[in-house]
């Protein structure tokens, strides 16, 4: 790795940062390679998932927080993960133009990332994305997604800040995701607050949280949780946030910039707990845990693939299946055996 | 591994096949033990898949479908999978009582699995207990799942024959679930089929197959489709079955046992283009490397975790996560080399 590449880096090239990213996004190397360098550096951004349905009103949300967090001195990196699937496309390229109205700022920092299917948008590389960033130095990271399943799990993993983006009169449809999202959000905001219903929808949320449908874990059940799941079943893994914390519901109108101080000072409230959590150190490990089996999972996957797919290891398996003069179960073994010798 | 054990197995020996059940659902390595063994018996059963919303009459019209089956002398065995959320419950324990009806008939044997989690509850052990059932020598395996997403994805990849089951008036969910439920479907069953809208329903169905939604893609293109998403993203992995089929529409009262005729028809002659398909050695290849790619998976994650487990690895690496004296990626990377070395 090129010694003035990773310095470029870590003053935070606007170019190199650009490179890096491509790298991560098609997978080659040397994005692994730099992300191994780069590691030693992570760990001091503060990293803000927002998630929500398409239409809530995210993208103008995120662009008030860029513009909040620019008055307090704070640079922005944003990782806005676009769908594309045809069911939860939305205004992406009017919100992303929109957006550019910060590209002047030397301290904002945007990229787009297609997801790479129609489920799990973030599997494959948002979380080197968000360690690269951090590494590199940008103080805050906004992680924008579509509020479509798995999209959030991931999302709320890595931040330490999850804000779940609502409009008025979603009354059913917080029915439909209660199971899902409502576990993951820190902050609810509930958006375009001007609309009929917006007190509607914050009564129906309090009452959710006061049944305990918000209810998060405790770090106790986590610690429990272990097991096979860790690995094969990505969507139950249990959050590992602050256990004293409430939910907090905050009415805004991102458009006019209306319930912005609210919304900040819940967030900042959030990082208090937050902070105070780490001072648990099984509360740290296991956050560190869940990071790790993550990027574990996915170098099996990878480098398991890849071993099939060289020297045309999967035709000779095919072939002995075909004659049924072995086993899939024994196959595989021997191919992970074969793997774990082989170089990536 | 007992070699009597697997003779009764063979034998269709009801408590020793309910013995390997118990194993592999407990996930303990004399299934997989076993499993090595049966594997060179397995490729004689023909896999049936059922799957819809719940309500719409699965259990009734596998009970239909299993005394069809035997008056035809065919043993059957039944693999249904509980949905253990909240969501996706349903008259189980009813259903699966009055499937008793068969339970003094030695030619059926009805096995129910509670899914491991909301989402992919077939991942785990679904394939392995069919493998099972296919190589012990039952003739017809019914696999039942309720329809809510990832299921039906691995239901359709063991099924030779995929039925989906709807009811009258469904028209808003076909909408919703056209994507995944529609691509997988051999035949579309309208149960229920007395009720009102069932002809709707019915003309609903065919203006979508018309529209092309339920497409499967050609072979060639599946071919194409490898690439990293095949251990990755599971969802995105094409269904492999005939081209030229086109799905089937088919009215039952399944209570009554009316339509059912049609319906065996339509199954055969499905069939009939299924074994057509075989023919093409390139059809096969790519079923095997589908199953292979499956279990190669999980024998991953598996073995990942194990190692992580074993000598409390796990620790030893978030120790040097914590003080960064180490990178995730590397210490996933030696990990992966070291389990390759350790027997399972």
Aim: with cysteine; hydrophobic share 40%; glycine share 10%.
């Amino acid at each position: 790795m090129d010694e003035a590449f990773i310095e470029n880096l870590l003053a935070r090239d606007i170019r190199a940062t650009a490179r890096l990213l491509r790298w991560i996004d098609d997978g080659i190397k040397e994005a692994r390679q730099t992300l191994k360098r780069l590691y030693a550096h992570t760990g001091k951004a503060n990293i803000i998932g927002i998630t929500g349905n398409p239409g809530a009103g995210k993208s103008t949300l995120t662009d008030q927080l860029i513009t909040m967090f620019r008055k307090r001195g704070k640079t922005v990196a944003v990782v806005a993960i676009d769908p594309s699937s045809p069911f939860s496309g939305g205004a992406i390229l009017g919100d992303r133009i929109r957006m550019q109205d910060h590209s002047l700022d030397e301290g904002v920092f945007i990229r787009s990332f297609a997801t790479r299917g129609h489920l799990g948008g973030l599997t494959n590389t948002t979380t080197d994305v968000v360690h690269a960033l951090d590494a590199i130095g940008w103080d805050v990271i906004l992680v924008e997604t579509v509020g479509v399943g798995q999209d959030e799990v991931e999302v709320q993993r890595l931040a330490h800040t999850t804000l779940v983006v609502m409009t008025p009169g979603m009354g059913d449809e917080i029915q439909a995701i209660k199971a899902g999202i409502l576990e993951i959000a820190d902050v609810f905001v509930v958006n375009k607050a001007d609309r009929d219903g917006a007190d509607r929808t914050v009564r129906e949320l309090e009452q959710m949280l006061d049944l305990g449908h918000g209810a998060k874990p405790t770090l106790g059940e986590i610690l429990h949780h272990g097991g096979k799941v860790d690995l094969e079943g990505k969507t139950e893994q249990s959050r590992i946030a602050p256990e004293k914390w409430v939910p907090r519901i905050i009415k805004t109108v991102a458009l006019r910039g209306e319930g912005m101080d609210e919304l900040f000072e819940a967030m900042d409230d959030h990082m208090v707990e937050y902070q105070k959590a780490c001072e648990n150190a099984s509360f740290v490990e296991a956050r560190l845990k869940q990071e790790f089996l993550e990027i574990y999972r996915r170098t099996l996957l990878n480098r398991g693939w890849n071993y099939l797919m060289s020297e045309d290891h999967i035709k000779g398996i095919i072939d002995r299946l075909k004659d049924r003069s072995s086993d899939p179960y024994s196959l595989a073994e021997q191919a992970i055996e074969a793997l774990g010798k082989q170089q990536d």
